[in-house]
Protein backbone atom coordinates (compact mmCIF):
# COMPACT_ATOMS: atom_id res chain seq x y z
CA UNK A 1 0.00 0.00 0.00
CA UNK A 2 2.96 2.56 0.88
CA UNK A 3 4.46 1.68 -2.28
CA UNK A 4 1.36 2.89 -4.29
CA UNK A 5 0.92 5.74 -2.22
CA UNK A 6 4.28 6.48 -3.66
CA UNK A 7 3.79 5.92 -7.03
CA UNK A 8 0.71 8.09 -6.62
CA UNK A 9 2.38 11.01 -5.30
CA UNK A 10 5.35 10.67 -7.93
CA UNK A 11 2.60 10.79 -10.21
CA UNK A 12 0.49 13.76 -9.33
CA UNK A 13 4.05 15.96 -9.07
CA UNK A 14 4.95 15.25 -12.67
CA UNK A 15 5.00 18.48 -14.88
CA UNK A 16 2.94 16.80 -17.62
CA UNK A 17 0.02 16.18 -15.33
CA UNK A 18 -0.01 20.12 -14.12
CA UNK A 19 0.62 20.93 -17.45
CA UNK A 20 -2.28 19.07 -18.41
CA UNK A 21 -4.56 20.17 -15.67
CA UNK A 22 -4.13 23.58 -16.71
CA UNK A 23 -4.75 23.12 -20.29
CA UNK A 24 -8.32 21.51 -18.91
CA UNK A 25 -8.81 24.63 -16.95
CA UNK A 26 -8.10 27.24 -19.90
CA UNK A 27 -9.96 24.17 -22.06
CA UNK A 28 -12.98 24.84 -19.97
CA UNK A 29 -13.20 28.35 -19.92
CA UNK A 30 -12.75 28.77 -23.51
CA UNK A 31 -15.51 26.82 -24.19
CA UNK A 32 -17.54 28.96 -22.21
CA UNK A 33 -16.70 31.74 -24.28
CA UNK A 34 -17.06 29.78 -27.38
CA UNK A 35 -20.49 28.76 -25.97
CA UNK A 36 -21.72 32.72 -25.28
CA UNK A 37 -20.32 33.84 -28.99
CA UNK A 38 -22.72 30.86 -30.56
CA UNK A 39 -25.67 31.45 -28.22
CA UNK A 40 -25.43 35.80 -27.84
CA UNK A 41 -23.96 36.64 -31.39
CA UNK A 42 -24.25 33.97 -33.82
CA UNK A 43 -27.59 31.90 -33.56
CA UNK A 44 -29.77 35.33 -32.91
CA UNK A 45 -27.69 36.04 -36.57
CA UNK A 46 -28.97 32.90 -38.03
CA UNK A 47 -32.58 33.47 -36.33
CA UNK A 48 -32.52 36.43 -37.99
CA UNK A 49 -31.75 35.24 -41.20
CA UNK A 50 -33.38 32.27 -41.32
CA UNK A 51 -36.81 33.70 -38.97
CA UNK A 52 -36.37 31.25 -35.43
CA UNK A 53 -33.75 32.50 -32.95
CA UNK A 54 -32.52 28.85 -32.25
CA UNK A 55 -32.97 26.00 -33.68
CA UNK A 56 -33.14 23.97 -30.90
CA UNK A 57 -37.08 23.80 -31.26
CA UNK A 58 -37.22 22.16 -34.73
CA UNK A 59 -38.58 18.94 -34.58
CA UNK A 60 -40.13 16.35 -36.60
CA UNK A 61 -42.85 14.14 -35.20
CA UNK A 62 -42.64 10.68 -36.09
CA UNK A 63 -45.94 8.68 -34.94
CA UNK A 64 -45.25 9.13 -31.42
CA UNK A 65 -41.91 10.05 -31.22
CA UNK A 66 -40.17 13.26 -31.71
CA UNK A 67 -36.90 13.86 -33.58
CA UNK A 68 -35.04 16.77 -32.26
CA UNK A 69 -32.89 17.57 -35.19
CA UNK A 70 -32.92 21.39 -34.53
CA UNK A 71 -30.77 20.49 -31.50
CA UNK A 72 -28.00 18.66 -33.48
CA UNK A 73 -27.80 21.40 -35.83
CA UNK A 74 -27.10 23.94 -32.92
CA UNK A 75 -24.64 21.34 -31.98
CA UNK A 76 -23.42 21.05 -35.94
CA UNK A 77 -22.71 25.00 -35.66
CA UNK A 78 -21.58 25.16 -32.37
CA UNK A 79 -18.35 22.37 -33.18
CA UNK A 80 -17.90 24.40 -36.43
CA UNK A 81 -17.38 27.82 -34.40
CA UNK A 82 -15.40 25.86 -32.03
CA UNK A 83 -12.98 24.74 -34.61
CA UNK A 84 -12.75 27.37 -36.23
CA UNK A 85 -11.74 28.90 -33.46
CA UNK A 86 -9.17 26.55 -32.25
CA UNK A 87 -7.88 26.74 -35.74
CA UNK A 88 -6.82 30.20 -35.29
CA UNK A 89 -5.86 29.70 -31.89
CA UNK A 90 -3.27 27.51 -33.37
CA UNK A 91 -2.03 29.67 -36.43
CA UNK A 92 -1.40 32.54 -34.14
CA UNK A 93 0.45 30.26 -31.44
CA UNK A 94 2.71 29.20 -34.87
CA UNK A 95 2.99 32.69 -35.67
CA UNK A 96 4.52 33.53 -32.33
CA UNK A 97 6.87 30.83 -32.34
CA UNK A 98 8.17 31.35 -35.47
CA UNK A 99 8.91 35.08 -34.52
CA UNK A 100 11.01 33.77 -31.54
CA UNK A 101 13.48 32.18 -34.20
CA UNK A 102 14.75 28.80 -35.12
CA UNK A 103 14.00 26.30 -33.00
CA UNK A 104 16.65 24.75 -30.32
CA UNK A 105 16.80 21.37 -31.34
CA UNK A 106 17.09 23.04 -35.11
CA UNK A 107 20.08 24.98 -33.67
CA UNK A 108 21.53 22.11 -31.82
CA UNK A 109 21.09 20.08 -35.35
CA UNK A 110 22.80 23.28 -37.14
CA UNK A 111 25.67 23.42 -34.77
CA UNK A 112 26.49 19.62 -34.72
CA UNK A 113 26.89 19.73 -38.22
CA UNK A 114 29.03 22.89 -38.62
CA UNK A 115 31.19 20.30 -35.91
CA UNK A 116 31.03 17.77 -38.27
CA UNK A 117 31.77 19.95 -40.95
CA UNK A 118 35.35 20.87 -39.58
CA UNK A 119 36.16 17.71 -38.21
CA UNK A 120 35.62 16.21 -42.02
CA UNK A 121 38.04 19.73 -43.17
CA UNK A 122 40.41 18.81 -40.57
CA UNK A 123 40.94 15.60 -41.33
CA UNK A 124 41.20 16.19 -44.97
CA UNK A 125 43.80 19.09 -44.22
CA UNK A 126 45.37 15.86 -42.30
CA UNK A 127 45.58 13.58 -45.20
CA UNK A 128 46.67 16.31 -47.37
CA UNK A 129 49.90 16.81 -45.22
CA UNK A 130 50.78 13.22 -44.87
Same mark, same amino acid.
Not at 46 to 60: N, R, W, Y
Not at 103 to 110: D, F, R, S, V
Given at each position: ?19 ? !? $? !? %? #?? /? ?9 ? @? ?6 ? @? /? &? ?12 ? #??? /? @? $? ?6 ? !?? $?? %??? #? &? $??? %? %? ?11 ? /?????? =? ?6 ? @???? #????? =? ?6
Amino acid at each position: MKKLLEEFRDFINQGNLIEL !A $V !A %F #IL /GLAIKSLIDSL @VNDVVMPV @V /G &AIFGKPSFDALTLK #IGD /G @V $VFYGRFLS !AI $VN %FLI #I &A $VVI %F %FMVKIYEKLVSLK /GPKAEE =AKEQDEKD @VLIE #IRDLL =AQQNRQS
